[in-house]
């Protein structure tokens, strides 16, 4: 079994920063891509930043120059960078990973809050 443990959110002021990760634990051969993914209340989920095994990236528009994706593979680890960040990036930021063990796994972590306030 492969498991995505996500750490770092809490309460931020706007304008802040916050390091999100996420580290896979079990049987791993590789990871192929990982991705970001955050959910607001009575939103739809939506994809936030996305990093391949070569580690090329691609972000949402709406955290562009704003957020930075980055990967260890000697840790299994994916991390989220957040800077400058608003009120609307409130959310619970969820981790997702391709995996190759034994099997091929698509794996979700639990998700970790972020809330942004004054």
């Known amino acids: 079994q492969v498991q995505l443990v996500e750490s770092g959110g809490g309460l931020v002021q706007p304008g802040g920063s916050l390091r999100l990760s996420c580290a896979a634990s079990?049987?791993?051969?590789?990871?192929?891509?990982m991705d970001w993914y955050r959910q607001a209340p009575g939103k739809e989920r939506e994809l936030v930043a996305t990093?391949?095994?070569?580690?090329?990236?691609n972000y949402a528009d709406f955290v562009r120059g704003r957020f930075t994706i980055s990967r260890d593979d000697a840790k299994n680890t994916v991390y989220l960078q957040m800077n400058s960040l608003k009120p609307e990036d409130t959310a619970v930021y969820y981790c997702y990973a391709d995996v190759m063990s034994y099997r091929y796994f698509q794996v979700w972590g639990q998700g970790t809050l972020v809330t942004v306030s004054s």
């Open positions: 079990g049987i791993i051969f590789t990871i192929n891509g």
């Open positions: 990093i391949a095994k070569g580690g090329t990236t």
